[in-house]
Protein backbone atom coordinates (compact mmCIF):
# COMPACT_ATOMS: atom_id res chain seq x y z
CA UNK A 1 0.00 0.00 0.00
CA UNK A 2 2.56 2.35 0.73
CA UNK A 3 4.33 1.69 -2.64
CA UNK A 4 0.96 2.25 -4.35
CA UNK A 5 0.57 5.82 -2.14
CA UNK A 6 4.07 6.91 -2.87
CA UNK A 7 3.69 6.10 -6.41
CA UNK A 8 0.22 8.39 -6.86
CA UNK A 9 2.42 11.04 -5.17
CA UNK A 10 5.27 10.98 -7.41
CA UNK A 11 2.75 10.68 -10.26
CA UNK A 12 0.57 14.01 -8.90
CA UNK A 13 4.00 15.86 -8.45
CA UNK A 14 4.41 14.92 -12.95
CA UNK A 15 1.02 16.06 -13.81
CA UNK A 16 1.65 19.70 -11.36
CA UNK A 17 5.53 20.22 -13.21
CA UNK A 18 3.95 19.55 -16.15
CA UNK A 19 0.98 21.89 -15.84
CA UNK A 20 3.58 24.49 -14.36
CA UNK A 21 6.08 24.10 -17.49
CA UNK A 22 3.20 24.89 -20.02
CA UNK A 23 1.25 27.69 -17.67
CA UNK A 24 4.70 29.24 -18.04
CA UNK A 25 5.38 28.62 -21.58
CA UNK A 26 1.90 30.17 -22.53
CA UNK A 27 2.56 33.11 -20.47
CA UNK A 28 5.90 33.24 -21.99
CA UNK A 29 4.46 33.40 -25.64
CA UNK A 30 2.02 36.05 -24.78
CA UNK A 31 4.68 38.51 -23.23
CA UNK A 32 6.36 37.85 -26.59
CA UNK A 33 3.29 38.67 -28.67
CA UNK A 34 2.45 41.63 -26.43
CA UNK A 35 5.77 42.93 -27.11
CA UNK A 36 5.92 42.38 -30.71
CA UNK A 37 2.17 44.48 -30.98
CA UNK A 38 3.87 46.89 -28.98
CA UNK A 39 6.79 47.46 -31.53
CA UNK A 40 4.61 47.25 -34.36
CA UNK A 41 1.98 50.34 -33.07
CA UNK A 42 4.98 52.48 -32.78
CA UNK A 43 5.53 55.06 -35.61
CA UNK A 44 8.11 54.08 -37.47
CA UNK A 45 10.88 57.09 -37.12
CA UNK A 46 10.78 59.43 -40.09
CA UNK A 47 13.76 60.61 -41.76
CA UNK A 48 15.22 64.05 -41.39
CA UNK A 49 13.53 66.35 -43.97
CA UNK A 50 16.32 67.50 -46.22
CA UNK A 51 16.99 71.69 -45.98
CA UNK A 52 14.89 73.27 -48.90
CA UNK A 53 17.59 75.48 -50.45
CA UNK A 54 17.23 78.56 -50.05
CA UNK A 55 14.23 80.34 -52.13
CA UNK A 56 15.10 82.72 -54.85
CA UNK A 57 14.03 86.27 -53.57
CA UNK A 58 10.75 87.40 -55.96
CA UNK A 59 12.17 89.44 -58.88
CA UNK A 60 10.70 93.26 -58.02
CA UNK A 61 9.77 95.14 -61.47
CA UNK A 62 11.19 98.84 -60.63
CA UNK A 63 8.59 100.79 -62.38
CA UNK A 64 9.47 104.25 -63.21
CA UNK A 65 8.38 106.58 -60.74
CA UNK A 66 4.95 108.10 -61.22
CA UNK A 67 5.29 112.32 -62.00
CA UNK A 68 3.96 114.06 -59.62
CA UNK A 69 0.02 114.90 -60.07
CA UNK A 70 -1.02 118.15 -62.39
CA UNK A 71 -3.47 119.67 -59.88
CA UNK A 72 -6.46 120.67 -61.96
CA UNK A 73 -6.87 123.88 -63.14
CA UNK A 74 -8.30 126.17 -61.21
CA UNK A 75 -11.75 127.06 -62.07
CA UNK A 76 -12.43 131.15 -62.32
CA UNK A 77 -15.55 132.06 -60.01
CA UNK A 78 -18.43 132.67 -62.25
CA UNK A 79 -18.95 136.04 -63.07
CA UNK A 80 -22.18 137.43 -60.94
CA UNK A 81 -25.30 137.91 -62.87
CA UNK A 82 -27.34 140.71 -63.52
CA UNK A 83 -29.96 141.54 -61.30
CA UNK A 84 -33.30 141.09 -63.06
CA UNK A 85 -37.18 142.12 -62.20
CA UNK A 86 -39.65 139.21 -61.63
CA UNK A 87 -42.66 141.62 -60.54
CA UNK A 88 -43.25 145.56 -60.88
CA UNK A 89 -46.93 146.73 -59.32
CA UNK A 90 -47.50 150.25 -59.76
CA UNK A 91 -50.72 152.23 -58.68
CA UNK A 92 -52.07 154.45 -60.21
CA UNK A 93 -50.84 157.10 -57.48
CA UNK A 94 -47.64 156.49 -57.59
CA UNK A 95 -46.84 153.71 -54.71
CA UNK A 96 -45.06 150.90 -56.07
CA UNK A 97 -43.72 147.44 -54.98
CA UNK A 98 -40.76 146.06 -57.18
CA UNK A 99 -39.59 142.38 -57.01
CA UNK A 100 -36.41 139.91 -58.38
CA UNK A 101 -33.68 138.32 -58.22
CA UNK A 102 -30.17 139.10 -57.40
CA UNK A 103 -26.51 137.38 -56.34
CA UNK A 104 -28.01 136.10 -52.59
CA UNK A 105 -26.65 138.75 -50.18
CA UNK A 106 -26.46 141.35 -52.42
CA UNK A 107 -27.41 144.75 -51.24
CA UNK A 108 -30.28 146.35 -53.94
CA UNK A 109 -30.52 149.91 -54.99
CA UNK A 110 -33.65 151.21 -57.23
CA UNK A 111 -33.48 153.93 -59.35
CA UNK A 112 -35.41 156.01 -61.39
CA UNK A 113 -33.66 157.19 -64.29
CA UNK A 114 -30.67 157.59 -62.17
CA UNK A 115 -31.65 158.61 -59.17
CA UNK A 116 -31.79 156.43 -56.02
CA UNK A 117 -35.38 155.83 -54.98
CA UNK A 118 -35.62 152.60 -52.78
CA UNK A 119 -32.66 149.99 -51.00
CA UNK A 120 -33.47 146.66 -49.98
CA UNK A 121 -31.56 142.99 -50.13
CA UNK A 122 -31.67 139.98 -51.49
CA UNK A 123 -31.85 136.78 -49.03
CA UNK A 124 -29.98 133.49 -49.27
CA UNK A 125 -32.33 132.47 -52.54
CA UNK A 126 -31.29 135.49 -54.14
CA UNK A 127 -34.74 137.14 -53.54
CA UNK A 128 -35.81 140.94 -52.86
CA UNK A 129 -38.10 143.00 -52.74
CA UNK A 130 -38.63 146.88 -52.39
CA UNK A 131 -41.39 149.10 -51.83
CA UNK A 132 -41.80 152.74 -53.35
CA UNK A 133 -44.21 154.83 -50.73
CA UNK A 134 -42.76 158.13 -50.08
CA UNK A 135 -42.60 160.08 -52.21
CA UNK A 136 -44.43 157.80 -54.56
CA UNK A 137 -43.62 157.87 -58.23
CA UNK A 138 -44.93 160.97 -60.13
CA UNK A 139 -46.75 161.66 -62.83
CA UNK A 140 -45.14 160.73 -66.40
CA UNK A 141 -43.09 158.38 -67.84
CA UNK A 142 -40.19 156.56 -66.07
CA UNK A 143 -37.27 153.81 -66.35
CA UNK A 144 -36.57 151.97 -63.29
CA UNK A 145 -33.43 149.79 -63.15
CA UNK A 146 -32.15 147.92 -60.22
CA UNK A 147 -28.52 148.22 -59.13
CA UNK A 148 -26.98 145.15 -56.88
CA UNK A 149 -23.79 145.94 -54.72
CA UNK A 150 -21.55 142.62 -53.59
CA UNK A 151 -18.78 143.28 -51.36
CA UNK A 152 -15.38 143.38 -52.90
CA UNK A 153 -16.92 143.15 -56.44
CA UNK A 154 -18.12 146.48 -58.87
CA UNK A 155 -21.53 147.47 -58.54
CA UNK A 156 -23.70 145.34 -60.95
CA UNK A 157 -26.88 146.95 -62.73
CA UNK A 158 -29.65 145.37 -64.24
CA UNK A 159 -29.94 144.72 -68.10
CA UNK A 160 -33.92 145.14 -67.96
CA UNK A 161 -35.94 148.08 -67.26
CA UNK A 162 -39.08 148.01 -65.68
CA UNK A 163 -40.90 151.07 -68.08
CA UNK A 164 -43.86 152.75 -66.29
CA UNK A 165 -46.32 155.22 -67.26
CA UNK A 166 -48.16 157.03 -64.42
CA UNK A 167 -51.57 158.79 -65.07
CA UNK A 168 -52.60 162.52 -64.43
CA UNK A 169 -54.33 162.45 -61.40
CA UNK A 170 -57.54 164.33 -61.65
CA UNK A 171 -58.24 167.74 -60.78
CA UNK A 172 -60.94 168.32 -57.72
CA UNK A 173 -63.87 169.67 -59.29
CA UNK A 174 -63.46 168.09 -62.91
CA UNK A 175 -66.73 166.05 -63.72
CA UNK A 176 -65.42 161.86 -63.01
CA UNK A 177 -63.69 160.03 -65.91
CA UNK A 178 -62.59 156.34 -66.30
CA UNK A 179 -60.38 155.67 -64.03
CA UNK A 180 -56.55 155.18 -65.57
CA UNK A 181 -54.04 152.92 -64.53
CA UNK A 182 -50.07 152.59 -64.52
CA UNK A 183 -48.96 151.14 -67.71
CA UNK A 184 -46.21 148.85 -66.35
CA UNK A 185 -43.79 147.10 -68.64
CA UNK A 186 -40.57 144.83 -67.96
CA UNK A 187 -38.66 145.43 -71.04
CA UNK A 188 -35.12 143.61 -71.96
CA UNK A 189 -31.91 145.30 -73.19
CA UNK A 190 -33.01 143.96 -76.75
CA UNK A 191 -36.41 142.60 -77.91
CA UNK A 192 -39.67 143.17 -77.05
CA UNK A 193 -41.05 144.40 -73.67
CA UNK A 194 -43.74 141.94 -72.23
CA UNK A 195 -47.00 143.63 -70.65
CA UNK A 196 -47.18 144.02 -67.11
CA UNK A 197 -50.44 146.04 -66.09
CA UNK A 198 -52.02 147.50 -68.60
CA UNK A 199 -53.51 151.48 -68.76
CA UNK A 200 -56.99 150.69 -68.22
CA UNK A 201 -59.46 148.97 -65.96
CA UNK A 202 -61.00 147.17 -69.16
CA UNK A 203 -57.47 145.96 -70.12
CA UNK A 204 -55.56 145.44 -73.06
CA UNK A 205 -57.97 145.77 -76.42
CA UNK A 206 -59.70 142.31 -76.75
CA UNK A 207 -62.36 140.53 -78.73
CA UNK A 208 -63.96 137.30 -77.51
CA UNK A 209 -60.69 135.78 -76.60
CA UNK A 210 -58.18 137.19 -78.60
CA UNK A 211 -56.41 140.00 -76.94
CA UNK A 212 -53.03 142.07 -77.95
CA UNK A 213 -50.54 142.70 -75.24
CA UNK A 214 -47.59 144.58 -77.23
CA UNK A 215 -47.01 146.28 -80.20
CA UNK A 216 -43.16 147.01 -80.68
CA UNK A 217 -40.63 147.42 -82.75
CA UNK A 218 -36.58 148.11 -83.21
CA UNK A 219 -34.34 151.02 -84.75
CA UNK A 220 -34.65 148.91 -88.22
CA UNK A 221 -38.19 148.60 -88.04
CA UNK A 222 -38.68 145.19 -87.16
CA UNK A 223 -42.28 144.91 -85.31
CA UNK A 224 -43.26 142.31 -82.87
CA UNK A 225 -46.33 141.64 -81.54
CA UNK A 226 -47.69 139.35 -78.93
CA UNK A 227 -51.23 138.81 -77.04
CA UNK A 228 -53.40 136.07 -75.63
CA UNK A 229 -56.00 133.38 -77.16
CA UNK A 230 -57.77 130.05 -76.62
CA UNK A 231 -54.76 127.75 -76.36
CA UNK A 232 -54.22 125.80 -79.93
CA UNK A 233 -56.15 128.58 -81.88
CA UNK A 234 -54.43 130.04 -84.90
CA UNK A 235 -53.40 134.30 -84.87
CA UNK A 236 -53.00 135.92 -88.08
CA UNK A 237 -51.76 139.92 -88.44
CA UNK A 238 -52.42 142.16 -91.21
CA UNK A 239 -50.15 145.45 -91.82
CA UNK A 240 -51.92 147.95 -93.83
CA UNK A 241 -54.60 145.18 -94.78
CA UNK A 242 -51.52 142.99 -96.35
CA UNK A 243 -50.99 139.42 -94.10
CA UNK A 244 -47.91 139.57 -92.64
CA UNK A 245 -47.13 136.80 -89.92
CA UNK A 246 -49.56 133.88 -88.43
CA UNK A 247 -48.73 131.51 -85.72
CA UNK A 248 -50.36 129.36 -82.87
CA UNK A 249 -51.38 130.52 -79.16
CA UNK A 250 -49.58 128.14 -76.78
CA UNK A 251 -50.53 126.07 -73.93
CA UNK A 252 -51.30 129.06 -72.11
CA UNK A 253 -52.87 131.11 -74.32
CA UNK A 254 -50.23 133.16 -75.42
CA UNK A 255 -49.04 133.83 -79.36
CA UNK A 256 -46.08 136.00 -80.74
CA UNK A 257 -46.04 137.30 -83.82
CA UNK A 258 -43.03 138.53 -86.14
CA UNK A 259 -43.24 139.82 -89.12
CA UNK A 260 -40.43 139.51 -91.79
CA UNK A 261 -40.14 142.72 -93.21
CA UNK A 262 -39.83 146.08 -91.44
CA UNK A 263 -42.07 148.96 -91.45
CA UNK A 264 -41.09 152.08 -92.66
CA UNK A 265 -41.40 155.00 -90.48
CA UNK A 266 -45.15 157.13 -90.67
CA UNK A 267 -48.67 155.94 -89.72
CA UNK A 268 -49.83 152.64 -90.08
CA UNK A 269 -52.77 149.98 -88.89
CA UNK A 270 -52.38 146.50 -87.24
CA UNK A 271 -55.33 144.10 -87.96
CA UNK A 272 -55.37 140.78 -85.88
CA UNK A 273 -57.77 137.84 -87.14
CA UNK A 274 -58.11 134.63 -84.39
CA UNK A 275 -58.75 131.71 -86.61
CA UNK A 276 -61.20 129.07 -86.25
CA UNK A 277 -60.50 125.81 -87.13
CA UNK A 278 -61.52 125.87 -91.07
CA UNK A 279 -59.18 129.25 -91.33
CA UNK A 280 -62.52 131.76 -91.05
CA UNK A 281 -61.96 134.65 -88.72
CA UNK A 282 -63.98 134.26 -85.37
CA UNK A 283 -62.21 137.19 -83.88
CA UNK A 284 -60.76 140.59 -84.70
CA UNK A 285 -59.00 143.52 -83.56
CA UNK A 286 -58.11 146.33 -85.46
CA UNK A 287 -55.91 149.76 -84.26
CA UNK A 288 -53.76 152.07 -85.43
CA UNK A 289 -50.11 152.85 -85.09
CA UNK A 290 -46.81 154.94 -85.49
CA UNK A 291 -43.56 153.94 -86.22
CA UNK A 292 -41.17 156.91 -85.01
CA UNK A 293 -37.20 156.90 -85.78
CA UNK A 294 -35.91 155.64 -82.72
CA UNK A 295 -32.13 156.49 -82.09
CA UNK A 296 -29.55 153.48 -82.63
CA UNK A 297 -28.52 151.65 -79.37
CA UNK A 298 -25.01 150.89 -78.43
CA UNK A 299 -22.93 147.78 -79.72
CA UNK A 300 -24.89 144.37 -78.32
CA UNK A 301 -21.49 143.98 -77.14
CA UNK A 302 -21.69 146.88 -74.54
CA UNK A 303 -23.29 146.80 -70.98
CA UNK A 304 -24.04 149.78 -69.40
CA UNK A 305 -22.98 150.82 -65.72
CA UNK A 306 -25.12 153.21 -63.30
CA UNK A 307 -22.42 154.78 -61.56
CA UNK A 308 -23.57 155.29 -57.34
CA UNK A 309 -21.33 156.70 -54.80
CA UNK A 310 -18.33 155.79 -54.29
CA UNK A 311 -17.25 154.60 -57.98
CA UNK A 312 -14.45 155.61 -60.09
CA UNK A 313 -13.47 155.07 -62.92
CA UNK A 314 -9.88 153.03 -62.24
CA UNK A 315 -12.11 150.34 -60.11
CA UNK A 316 -14.73 150.15 -62.50
CA UNK A 317 -12.27 149.43 -65.65
CA UNK A 318 -10.25 147.23 -62.88
CA UNK A 319 -13.75 145.10 -61.77
CA UNK A 320 -15.16 144.70 -65.71
CA UNK A 321 -12.26 144.60 -67.29
CA UNK A 322 -9.18 142.80 -64.80
CA UNK A 323 -7.34 145.91 -65.38
CA UNK A 324 -7.71 149.52 -63.54
CA UNK A 325 -5.59 150.56 -67.13
CA UNK A 326 -8.59 150.05 -69.12
CA UNK A 327 -9.92 152.73 -67.40
CA UNK A 328 -9.12 154.84 -70.92
CA UNK A 329 -11.63 152.50 -72.50
CA UNK A 330 -14.65 153.88 -70.56
CA UNK A 331 -13.46 157.30 -70.73
CA UNK A 332 -13.59 157.39 -74.64
CA UNK A 333 -16.66 155.65 -74.96
CA UNK A 334 -18.17 158.32 -72.32
CA UNK A 335 -16.68 161.27 -73.87
CA UNK A 336 -19.72 162.98 -73.65
CA UNK A 337 -20.23 162.84 -70.19
CA UNK A 338 -17.06 162.11 -68.81
CA UNK A 339 -15.24 166.23 -68.93
CA UNK A 340 -12.70 164.91 -65.97
CA UNK A 341 -11.63 161.07 -65.74
CA UNK A 342 -11.15 161.88 -62.03
CA UNK A 343 -14.46 163.01 -61.28
CA UNK A 344 -17.77 161.24 -61.95
CA UNK A 345 -20.56 161.84 -60.60
CA UNK A 346 -23.65 159.79 -59.06
CA UNK A 347 -26.97 158.72 -61.69
CA UNK A 348 -24.17 158.94 -64.31
CA UNK A 349 -24.67 156.18 -66.58
CA UNK A 350 -21.69 154.69 -68.83
CA UNK A 351 -21.82 152.98 -71.44
CA UNK A 352 -18.95 149.53 -70.94
CA UNK A 353 -17.93 148.40 -74.49
CA UNK A 354 -16.11 144.61 -74.89
CA UNK A 355 -12.25 144.78 -75.08
CA UNK A 356 -10.42 141.82 -75.82
Not at 15 to 39: N, P
Not at 42 to 60: E, Y
Amino acid sequence: MSRTVFGLVALGAAVIAIALAVAWRGKISEQATIDQSGKSAAPSPQPAAQASPPAAPAATATLPAAPPATPPPAVAPAAAAAPTFDVARIGPDGRAVIAGRATPGAKIVLLDGGKEIAKGEADSRGEWVVIVQEPPLGVGQHELRVVQHVEGKAPLTSEQAVVAVVPERPAEGQPAKPREETLVMIAPRQGSATLVQPPSPAGVPKSADLALSTLDYDERGHVTVTGRAEPGTGVRAYINDKMVAEGVAGADGRWRLTPRDPIEPGKHRLRLDRLAKDGKPVARLELPFDRVVVAPTSSSDARRLHVVRGDNLWNIAHAHYGSGFHYTVIFGANKDQIRDPDLIYPGQVFTLPKVN
